[in-house]
């Protein structure tokens, strides 16, 4: 049977088709398609330099003004508010102008109002592989794009800059490009607030309780990370480098001096290399550098990993592609071993883009010479899950109801160490994150969930919980004098999943210290597999559920794979030390059993290869023949024995009719989550044929691991 003639070849994809009516208002971002709202009173402009915020200040009405130059890399944008009935009358004179070039809306997600999403004039698109350069050449001349670079990591993949030639906006160009034959994926870049995991609320405790202590109020025997054995073994050394990438770090606290302590300073806020904070706003970036790495110096407080050095990192606040890259990319070329990351995006749903999840994919598995660097990221405190969907109700002003998908895309990439937070009674803290993508659980204070952070400050406590819940906060560096969270040098009552993500990432330092040879998957692991498996059997105060307890994989959604353990991990760090390098097993299976694929099924059919072999999965290649008479109707799904289960292949493929394809780990990044498992049990591929009309078979299939 054949289709409709609506595509160009056999070799390009089906593509994506967009009502005019939403081609201006539908964000194309990480293969989702999320809904724009313009907001009525302001706009950004594009500028070509510095000057031209004055001159074109003076220009403006009465109405309008200058508000702000938000701090993004790359191009200067800057935002100015407007009365709404002139919005689109300034915007259409500004850009006009010669030393402008693009002027935009300023947009809210549609199910996330209160969070500012603001357009840069770059794209990223990703051509299907028969795409030639005359072809690319052809498509960015039609649409006014100039070749920027190309992705790392991402096959024919690149970066264009909008110039003046272009006729429509980023979202516009993306839309319209999806709808292209040649193209994959096409998304414009934006930039959204970054939003810090905490800021501490109340006095609760001074004391290091969470590095180690033998009892008192508030604790629970066992709620510390056992740090003072792991300090037997290594206190850590300056050859292992943790990077801080926060708001900024006071550097002339005595807790960061010594020799070699700090390591490659960089301020991407204000482009040079002395991220010092510039007001009492500016103390997040302190406390997290404290809990991790605070120098043993006799007064104050101690790091988890006193001896490591600090790389001090200052972001600009925001969250674009090329700020990504470049944070990223920093830390890689210094030599960054480990990379805490107290933050994530202010808003409900947030999936990564092309270039961010490459940008991190590069530096788990590039950094360190090919080690990789280890990447820790906070869970976010609205006790929401990390990806999922709740059903909302009872906030004020009806601010998020019903169905609400909820994801967090830093803390679901497969490469990251995302950290939950518990407290010093060994339970849940009530704000923590929680879901399928957290690997551990650390210390920090306790407080009822209603952190849910916006650019002008807290919105609003979450539904439900009003109170106080007990706990003890966590004691850490602040900025030096009256200035931070407290006056005095030190603050008692920071918290939130900020605190715990620095432990975690304290305890990677501690680990490479003691086996510098691992690499970035190896740590997660050992980290994972030495946690203290805490319960917590009380229902959830505000959402009333129950999920403290583990699966027979030893997994639970509120404390990943369970509480760290220094003592347990740099001990088994230095143990695989003492095996030595260990030989590479490869181990193969296939399937060469031919079956008809079931048409629209959505059952579709489940082929399966049995691998004998107990070895842990280092790497892993999955090659799928099939022939079908539209390969654009079919998902394929791999389901390893421990029952994860990865789409390989969405319907991406179009009219192709031949499919003899290997995915890896380098083309399909997704893989990952697979690895370190045990190759042992049965290795199940899905196909499944989701609409009517044209049928094939699997023919065969291979598994390739390498133990």
């Given amino acids: 049977m054949t289709r409709s003639p609506n595509y160009m070849s056999e070799d390009t994809p089906q593509p994506t088709t967009i009502p005019e009516t939403s081609v201006g208002i539908l964000l194309q971002r990480g293969g989702e398609e999320m809904m724009l709202l313009k907001v009525s009173d302001r706009f950004t402009v594009s500028l070509s330099s510095e000057t031209a915020v004055e001159q074109i200040t003076n220009l403006l ?166 740090v003072e054995k792991a300090w037997d073994i290594t206190r850590g050394n300056r050859s292992i480098v943790v990077a801080i990438a926060d708001d900024a770090i006071d550097l002339n606290h005595p807790d960061f001096q010594g020799k070699g302590k700090i390591v490659a300073p960089r301020d991407f806020k204000d482009n040079d290399f002395l991220p010092l904070p510039e007001s009492y706003e500016e103390s997040h970036g302190t406390a997290c550098a404290g809990i991790a790495v605070a120098e043993e110096t006799g007064t104050g407080i101690v790091g988890v990993a006193p001896g490591c050095a600090l790389m001090p990192i200052r972001t600009t606040g925001m969250l674009d592609d090329d700020g990504i890259e470049e944070l990223f990319d920093w830390a890689i070329k210094n030599n960054a071993s480990v990379i805490s990351c107290s ?79 518990c407290t010093s009674l060994g339970k849940k803290s009530a704000y923590s994150n929680w879901g399928t993508n957290i690997s551990v659980v650390a210390p920090s204070n306790n407080a009822p969930p209603g952190m849910w952070f916006e650019q002008t400050g807290y919105i609003s406590t979450a539904p439900n919980v009003t109170e106080d819940t007990p706990g003890l906060g966590i004691f850490t560096d602040d900025l030096l004098g009256e200035a931070g969270y407290e006056t005095g040098d030190f603050v008692s009552e920071f918290g939130g999943t900020s605190s715990a993500c620095p432990v975690v990432a304290g305890v990677a330092a ?51 794979y369970g509480k760290v353990n220094a003592f347990k991990a740099v001990q088994a760090a230095q143990q695989k030390k003492g095996k030595g390098t260990q030989s590479t097993k490869i181990i193969k299976g296939s399937n060469n059993q031919s079956i008809a694929i079931p048409d629209d099924n959505p059952n579709g059919i489940t082929s399966a290869i049995g691998i004998t072999e107990s070895a842990s999965v280092g790497d892993i ?86 133990g």
């Fill in 61 to 226: 009405t009465s109405t309008a003004e200058y508000d702000r130059n938000i701090p993004t890399s790359g191009s200067k944008l800057a935002e100015f508010t407007v009365a709404p009935q002139e919005r689109d009358t300034v915007m259409a004179a500004v850009r006009n102008r010669e030393d402008v070039t693009n002027a935009s809306h300023v947009y809210q997600l549609k199910d996330n109002p209160g969070t500012l999403v603001y357009l840069k004039d770059k794209l990223t698109i990703q051509f299907i592989a028969e795409a030639n350069e005359v072809t690319i050449n052809a498509i960015a001349t039609e649409f006014g794009l100039e070749l920027v670079k190309s992705v790392m990591g991402i096959p024919n993949t690149f970066v264009f800059q909008v110039t003046q030639a272009a006729t429509e906006n980023p979202v516009k160009i993306a839309n319209r490009l999806m709808g292209r034959n040649q193209v994959l994926t096409a998304e414009p870049e934006i930039v959204m607030a970054k939003q810090p995991s905490y800021r501490p609320r109340d006095t609760l405790y001074s004391k290091q309780w969470y590095l180690n202590h033998s009892g008192g109020t508030m604790l629970t025997a066992g709620c510390h990370i056992d």
């Fill in 343 to 421: 933050w994530g995006a202010a808003a409900v749903y947030f999936p990564l883009s092309l270039r961010q999840r490459a940008a991190i994919n590069h530096a788990a598995t590039e950094g360190r010479r090919g080690k990789g660097c280890v990447i820790v990221f906070a869970a976010g405190n609205a006790n929401r899950p990390v990806n999922g969907t709740i059903f909302e109700r009872n906030w004020p002003s009806n601010l998020l109801r019903g169905p609400t998908n909820w994801l967090g895309g830093f803390t679901v990439h497969p490469d990251v160490i995302t950290v939950a937070a």
């Fill in 510 to 560: 501690l680990i490479l210290s003691a086996n510098p040879n691992l690499t970035a998957q190896e740590v997660k692991r050992i980290i994972e597999d030495t946690g203290d498996k805490i319960i917590d059997r009380d229902p959830d105060p505000q959402l009333g559920m129950r999920l403290g307890t583990y699966d027979t994989n030893g997994y639970s959604q509120w404390f990943g």
């Fill in 621 to 706: 290649q999955v090659t799928v023949n099939i022939e079908h008479e539209f390969l654009g109707d079919l998902e394929i799904r791999l389901k390893a024995p421990n029952g994860v289960t990865i789409l390989l292949q969405n319907r991406t493929l179009g009219s192709k009719t031949q499919l003899q394809q290997t995915y890896t780990v380098v083309t399909t990044p997704i893989l990952q989550q697979l690895l370190n498992q045990t190759a042992a049990g049965i290795w199940q591929l899905q196909v499944v044929d989701s609409v009517q009309m044209d049928t094939g078979r699997l023919k065969s299939w291979e598994l390739v691991l390498r």
